[in-house]
């Protein structure tokens, strides 16, 4: 592993202590939504990152979101989670991802439309993977902002960026990222979600989402899901039709039916 890289995530700051909280309450099957709505209520910054994510366009719900507890009742525990989480990498990263050729909106932005996509089909399929799927689908990219950083600190993101122009999928990007600075976004990820003590489900899922059958069997259906979606939703491409065709072939190799998910795509194409 790149000892550059691996010292950066030890670096990083824990999780502050309201994302800890929700965190414990997700993974807790006593809990209430009450219990999640509390705690985020008394952080207002989150409050306000979650009620602006909730009342993104892509969910497709007609009515505006005013109170936290409507959020969690609309969306579930483990997608309010996921908005929480996408909060902390704000905080915890100075995002610049001009090797990736994406603008810091446009990485939210992507991470938005993987997660309204997951959001739209899964609540179709097996709402129940949500718990995983849903947080695990914003932060499939979290790993390009700290490999960005080591591109700009070791002075190789022009060499990045002129072989960025010769690829169109995010699998293949990963393979430049393994040549360049010899990691993959995904495992970055995985690793800072292992540095941040999150569940190991969540870990592998992201893990193995380029290469699902590698996957332990009880993390497959996750991963499987995940590569859908990624090859949906990158940074070259967000729900083009070309593109679907690809992901649609994607849906036949894993045993997905297409109909629930060209009705999650529409859904979400929509309202961009």
């Given amino acids: 592993m790149n000892e550059s890289i691996y010292k950066h995530i030890k670096a990083l700051p824990p999780l502050d202590d309201t994302v800890v909280k ?21 952080d207002p ?12 366009p892509l969910y497709g719900f007609s009515r505006e979101i005013t109170t936290v507890s409507r959020a969690v009742a609309l969306f579930g525990m483990a997608t309010v989670r996921g908005f929480a989480l996408s909060s902390a990498v704000k905080k915890s990263f100075k995002i610049n991802l001009d090797p990736y050729g994406i603008t810091n909106q446009d990485f939210l932005n992507i991470s938005m439309i993987q997660n309204a996509l997951m959001y739209n ?14 947080p695990a689908s914003f932060m499939l990219e979290v790993g390009k902002i700290v490999i960005s950083n080591e591109l700009n600190e070791t002075g190789k993101a022009a ?12 699998f293949d ?4 990222e393994n040549k360049i600075v010899e990691i993959s976004n995904e495992t970055v990820t995985a690793k800072i979600f292992e540095q941040w003590n999150l569940e190991s489900e969540l870990v592998d899922a992201i893990f193995y989402s380029n290469n699902p059958d590698d996957a332990p069997e009880h993390i497959k259906s996750y991963s499987k899901a995940l590569k859908v979606v990624k090859s949906a939703v ?6 083009n039709d070309d593109n ?3 992901t649609l072939m994607c849906l036949d190799e894993y045993g997905f039916a ?11 194409k929509a309202n961009l």
């Fill in 45 to 56: 910054m989150l409050t306000a990152n979650v009620l602006r994510s909730a009342n993104s």
């Fill in 22 to 42: 929700i965190q414990a309450i997700c993974r807790n099957e006593n809990s209430s939504m009450n219990d999640l709505s509390q705690v985020v209520e008394k």
């Fill in 121 to 134: 089909w899964y609540s179709k399929i097996n709402a129940s993977d949500l718990a995983i799927l849903s």
């Fill in 244 to 246: 679907l065709q690809n």
């Fill in 234 to 239: 990158n940074i070259f491409n967000q729900l």
């Fill in 159 to 170: 060499e990045f960026k002129a072989n960025l122009k010769n690829i169109s999928n995010p």
């Fill in 173 to 176: 990007l990963s393979e430049l």
């Fill in 258 to 268: 297409q109909d629930k998910f060209l009705e999650a795509v529409a859904k979400v």
